[in-house]
């Protein structure tokens, strides 16, 4: 590997690490949404099941 592809490797890596770290808030609050809509499901179904 010559040192030319080391260092693009090197930068290609720091960049995704970067917008990683940058999209992470998005992911956090994609996840608590998510988790959210699920316990809903699972209350509003259990309420199903007892009422029926």
Request: glycine share 8%; charged share 25%; no cysteine.
């Amino acid at each position: 590997m010559s040192e030319g592809e080391g260092t693009t490797f090197m930068q290609w890596r720091e960049r995704a690490q970067t917008e990683v770290r940058d999209d992470r808030p998005k992911m956090r609050a994609l996840m608590i949404t998510a988790a959210i809509v699920v316990l809903i499901g699972i209350v509003v179904g259990s309420l199903f099941l007892l009422l029926s």
